[in-house]
């Protein structure tokens, strides 16, 4: 069994900032360990499918949705079990449920089928 946690989420003005966080646990994390993951963040607006928004590789490459390059910082604390994500100068079309995807030595990243679990996701709301 794996849970993925995500937390942070909140209503901020446009130019604000939040911090995601996503905790990892369950049998694969604890044998495997996060280091071995692709972690990604996805967002989904209402009415729109779940977008790729940024993604750290298990080969430690980081790598972002052109619509966050410069504003958004992923990282994560293998040790901790646990991924984040700092949003920088939000604006309204930001606003979406953000979530967090897993998968173990993943060769794909791009796309939601490219991961095997998810969170519960997070809101986040930006007002103009």
């Known amino acids: 069994q794996v849970h993925l946690v995500e937390s942070g989420g909140g209503l901020v003005k446009a130019g604000g900032s939040l911090r995601l966080s996503c905790v990892a646990s369950?049998?694969?994390?604890?044998?495997?360990?996060?280091?071995?993951?692709?972690m990604a963040w996805f967002r989904q607006a209402p009415g729109k499918e779940r977008e790729f928004v940024a993604v750290i590789t298990w080969s430690g490459d980081s790598i972002y949705a052109d619509s966050v390059k410069g504003r958004f910082t992923i990282s994560r604390v293998n040790d901790r079990n646990t991924m984040y994500l700092r949003m920088n100068s939000l604006n309204p079309e930001d606003t979406a449920v953000y979530y967090c995807?897993?998968?173990?030595?993943?060769?794909?990243?791009?796309?939601?089928?490219?991961?095997?679990?998810w969170g519960q996701g997070t809101q986040v709301t930006v007002s103009s």
């Open positions: 995807g897993a998968r173990s030595y993943g060769s794909t990243w791009a796309t939601s089928l490219d991961y095997d679990y």
């Open positions: 369950g049998r694969t994390f604890n044998t495997v360990g996060m280091a071995n993951h692709n």
